[in-house]
């Protein structure tokens, strides 16, 4: 019925006469196609096929009952009017045109390149949201500017093809406008659309597959083909991505990379080209980052990478061989997750293109940029994860490991930490090392001092400085990279404690040895470590070893050993003199920072005071060191440990005579902080200063002179390059050493 009204009304005569000569050589092709196993309908080979191509002449059949059927169900659409009204815009196109394959009108004949059918499809229809799938993925209205479909054709039709990916995408468009279950073409009834006599079912397949993959819009759930007015996300990136080069990509990994490893427990050099790049000290160990272009390795080890194994064994400009092997770790990308890697930077790079171009981003329906926006975050974190991914491998000296592999083991990052991205990625290798024992930290247990001086002490050498102690584990591959030197003090103080070296301090002109009490340990060129014979050869003095014994002292009224005294002078309870009873209330010592905690200890020992419950800190001074000193107290609070800290602080300071300004401030550290901005800031400018700041420290559980906070304290604010200052410590007893 619709054949014979739209023929009647959109020609003028018909030459049906061809008509079975067009339908013969279309059921011949069909056939062919069908020997050939192409997914068309079995319908399309029967006579009766044949005589519906007669019946519908110059129309495909097809297109027809997809108008009447499917088209003509949309409400707004006139089944007779608006079919008419499109199939003529459709014809005076063909005429214009004229192809020279046009033996049947079909379904992509509907040249979307028209502004008024699109209309006809789109506005008239109430489906204004799916001019943007014409626009995007079958024909651009911007002169310059291809739709997917078009960039897809331009191979075809270069090589003499027909347009085959706009026949295509025009075909399933037609067939998206019903909405619901109808919605969609399946793929026999779609190539049954498209197929005219010569064309080349296996390139009509090629192109329908590059369709999927790059339009934004086209959806195959498995049975039918669609058109969404929601695009796919993931099309759109990928479409972008073409337009992020490799060489962005890198950039943005090179630049991701030095955020993940930065400076702290290791101190990170990224991308080393040469020796020269990786300083060869016994300061902070080095982690070489090497560039995943420069080297890279596999799963099956066979020695560490040429660029690895040059920098491990030599240093600076001339190639000289490295001192401090046993300071520089290497980590090395994977070779097979490098292109992933790329290409997840890539990915990145193109959603957030999208994403920041808020004129582009509002082109898309709310849902999709939602989603877009979401993606952006997780590609955030993807970056992340495929960076870690790829530097999988790490590379740390050992005295095990072979000669021909440089005496560099590998040791491979596991799956489960490469997922935590939260995590500073340092913490990942610290944790790997310390799983291997090839680092010493804080919280491991003390190195036995005998098994250090095996592996450390020169050979035929009576000393060593405490410095070329701590060097030695930097140079020596059977020993741990020493993250913490309070490790190494803690084992020097247990050498002296057990006889293995003597501890000789040149500022105080005295040893240490298991009698002495326990020094705070420095580490320098000139604090020296004798061995037992060597000390007793030089007669260096000890402390402890000189005090008078209890049968010795004598009373100095009567002059009668302390035993036989009768003047009571002695004390008859502890038989000394002075009196050992009565408990200080009080130690004090005034000094550079080293003088007096290393004071306090001595007292501490020599009064057998266990611990200090509170230690009164004074500095005083006035002009511009003063107020460097004020300065860098208050840097090396927060570095003290735990415990109480209040401050009082008396600061005068005048500016050129015409302004002076004066502080005074009692109260808790976290209050100071905020005022210690201020008031450092001024100090800089003053030209007259005096200043005395009291910091108060309590320690509810005590602080040991012995202890590793106490060394601590010392070391600090030693560091800060402070000079003479007061500190009074109260004793805190215990009832057994009451």
């Known amino acids: 019925e619709i054949s014979a009204i739209v023929t009647h009304r959109l020609f003028k005569t018909v030459e049906r006469g061809a008509a079975p000569q067009i339908a013969a050589a279309f059921q011949a092709y069909y056939q062919q196609l069908q020997e050939q196993n192409a997914n068309i309908p079995a319908l399309a080979t029967r006579s009766e096929y044949a005589q519906e191509i007669i019946a519908d002449y110059p129309f495909h059949p097809v297109f027809l009952k997809t108008l009447n059927t499917k088209t003509s169900t949309i409400p707004n659409f006139q089944r007779t009017r608006g079919a008419l009204r499109l199939l003529a815009l459709t014809i005076r196109r063909l005429w214009e045109n004229r192809p020279v394959d046009a033996y049947l009108i079909h379904p ?31 024909v651009s209205p911007l002169p310059g500017s291809l739709a997917h479909a078009q960039d897809l054709d331009r191979t075809w039709t270069e090589a003499g093809k027909p347009p085959y990916a706009q026949r295509l995408a025009t075909t399933i468009f037609l067939h998206s406008l019903t909405q619901g279950v109808a919605a969609g073409v399946d793929p026999a009834e779609l190539n049954l659309s498209v197929f005219t006599p010569g064309d080349d079912p296996v390139l009509v397949e090629q192109a329908l597959q590059r369709l999927e993959e ?210 500073d990625q340092s913490q990942v290798l610290l944790k790997i090392l310390k799983d291997l024992g090839k680092v010493k930290t804080a919280d491991d247990q003390v190195l036995a001092p005998q098994y250090l001086k095996s592996k450390a002490w020169p050979v035929n050498q009576e000393s060593l400085s405490t410095e070329e102690l701590r060097r030695a584990f930097a140079q020596r591959l059977g020993l741990p990279l020493l993250l913490d030197v309070g490790q190494l003090k803690r084992t020097i103080k247990e050498g002296i404690k057990h006889g293995v070296w003597v501890y000789y301090d040149p500022r105080e002109n005295i040893g240490y040895g298991p009698n002495s009490p326990s020094p705070l340990v420095q580490l320098d060129d000139d604090t020296l470590l004798y061995l037992p014979e060597e000390a007793q050869r030089l007669g260096l003095k000890l402390k402890g070893d000189t005090d008078k014994k209890i049968d010795e002292i004598t009373c100095p009224v009567c002059g009668q050993p302390a035993a036989a005294c ?173």
Not at 110 to 118: K, Q
């Open 566 to 738: 009768t003047c009571d002078q002695v004390c008859p309870s502890c038989r000394s003199y002075p009196c050992n009873c009565t408990k200080l209330d009080r130690l004090q010592a005034t000094g550079s920072p080293a003088q007096v905690f290393q004071a306090l200890a001595d007292q501490c020992a020599d009064q057998k005071v266990p611990a200090m419950q509170k230690l009164r800190l004074v500095l005083e001074g006035s002009g511009k060191e003063a107020a460097q000193d004020t300065r860098s107290l208050g840097l090396a609070i927060p570095q003290l440990g735990k415990g109480t800290f209040t401050l009082r602080q008396n600061l005068t300071m005048e500016f050129g005579g015409t302004s002076s300004c004066k502080v005074e401030f009692a109260g808790p550290w976290e209050r100071y902080k905020r005022l210690k901005q201020i008031t450092d800031a001024f100090a800089q400018e003053a030209d007259n200063l005096t200043v005395r700041t009291e910091v108060t420290a309590e320690f509810a559980e005590g602080l040991a002179p012995d202890s590793d906070q106490f060394q601590t304290m010392r070391d600090v604010l030693t560091a800060m390059g402070l000079g003479k200052i007061t500190v009074e410590a109260e004793p805190l007893y215990t009832e057994e050493a009451g």
């Open 214 to 423: 790059t339009s934004w819009f086209l959806n195959f759930d498995g049975q039918r083909y669609r058109f969404s007015t929601e695009p796919a996300p993931a099309k759109i990136i990928a479409d972008e991505m073409a337009l992020v080069g490799k060489v962005k990509a890198k950039t943005e990994l090179d630049q991701r990379i030095r955020k993940i490893w930065t400076k702290g427990i290791f101190i990170p050099i990224y991308f080393p080209a040469e020796a020269a790049d990786v300083d060869d000290d016994a300061k902070t160990p080095k982690l070489a980052i090497i560039h995943y272009d420069a080297a890279a390795d596999e799963a099956h080890y066979q020695g560490p990478p040429d660029l690895v194994a040059k920098i491990f064994d030599h240093a600076g400009t001339q190639q000289g061989y490295r001192t401090y092997k046993n300071n520089v770790l290497f980590l090395v990308a994977d070779k097979g997750q490098i292109d992933p890697m790329v290409t997840t930077a890539q990915r990145y790079l193109a959603i957030h293109r999208i994403i920041s171009d808020s004129e582009r981003l509002r082109d898309f329906p709310e849902e999709t940029r939602t989603k877009l926006k979401k993606m952006g975050q997780a590609a955030e974190l993807a970056v992340r994860i495929a960076i870690t991914k790829a530097y999988r491998y790490l590379y740390y000296p050992s005295a095990d490991a072979p000669m021909k592999y440089h005496n560099l083991n590998r040791e491979t990052l596991p799956a489960q930490d490469q997922g935590e991205t939260e995590k």
């Open 108 to 138: 992509h004949h509907l040249d979307l390149s028209v502004a008024e059918i699109v209309e006809e499809l789109t506005s008239r229809l109430d489906r204004p949201l799916f001019k943007a799938i014409v626009e995007a993925d079958i």
